[in-house]
DNA sequence: TGTTTGTATTATAGATTATAATACAAGAGA
DNA sequence: TCTCTTGTATTATAATCTATAATACAAACA
């Protein structure tokens, strides 16, 4: 589990956490079923507070992305067929889209990025 | 200009602003060379202070949407070609295209998705 | 000469974020 | 049984961010 974090951004912590681990299962470096850190592991190794990396984890396990087990610890979801996708993510699907839209970008290339985006595997 | 802000937003006001005035771009709503409305204006309509819409138009001036002159106001700029897009666009559209991979959506449904809120004209 | 423009300043209040230290219930393993 | 580990909860604290309010300023314009 190797963490990325900018602690210049405006972006929290926690958020920052959240976001790089849903990257990590859609990358496929997170499998379902697979066990994530421990709390405390994970952030003795990014060097933050325990409860900031429970705050993300508890923001996952909301989202269903991972569930969590006071007794076995934290493991990846398992998901199947096609789930219905919440409005924040389509509004953020839309605004990075429309960034790209006023950048003067033609709909084939914003196409071909999102391509390349999805397929991408680490 | 019509705001549609969320107070219970976790996502601040300003940029709430900042957001919606790059949509109303993207949709043609706001067209290049329009004149905006005034930082105390749009403040009244909206119910917020004047420096929040400030805020917001300082950081729509910083990334090149408008340009603002104290004499003349707040103008959309006009843009040629195309532009390179700033992490930040990418980072985003990035991190919705895996939200929607894990939740289980296959490529062309992705792909789907993203022709229909480019095509989408307000 | 007023008015309007975006911006700056100062003060203030509230919310959020992150840390630190400590504790707990409950399962795992010895 | 005893000990360790698990995620979580609590309390306190500090720093930062967000938003408002009131006031002011330089510059252009009618």
Redesign the interface.
Known sequence: MLLQLDFNSERPIYQQIR?QI??G???GALSPGEKLPTVRALADEAGVNMMTVSKAYQLLKQEG?ITTDRRSGTVVSA????????EQ??Q????????????????E???D???E????EG
């Open positions: 976001d849903v990257l299962i859609a990358q992305y998901r199947e067929g096609t789930q219905t996708v919440p993510t389509v953020r699907l839309k605004l990075a889209l429309s960034e790209l839209r006023v950048a003067g970008w033609r709909e290339r914003v196409l990025l999102c391509r985006l999805y397929e991408q």
